[in-house]
């Protein structure tokens, strides 16, 4: 799926073609894993964001707004 512009995500500098992998060290497997860990979370909590990139293992650290 896309990375939204204007957003978090794209903020922090997630790209389309990146995987998540884990998001505040919970692992991110399915869609529903990740619905699951956004659920708890409240605007302007940190969140880390570990993702895959061409291979390579990256982590980003951005804020939950509200939507």
Avoid: H, M, W
């Avoid at 956004?38 to 880390?48: A, F, K, T």
């Avoid at 570990?50 to 650290?61: I, K, Q």
Wanted: net charge neutral.
């Amino acid at each position: 799926t896309a990375v939204q512009a204007d957003t978090p995500a794209a903020e922090a500098g997630l790209r389309k073609e990146d995987i998540i992998v884990a998001v505040n060290d919970a692992p991110v497997r399915t869609l529903r894993d990740y619905a699951q860990v956004l659920r708890g979370l409240s605007p302007g909590d940190e969140v880390r964001i570990r993702f895959l990139r061409n291979g390579d293992e990256r982590t980003v650290t951005t804020r939950v707004v509200d939507r």
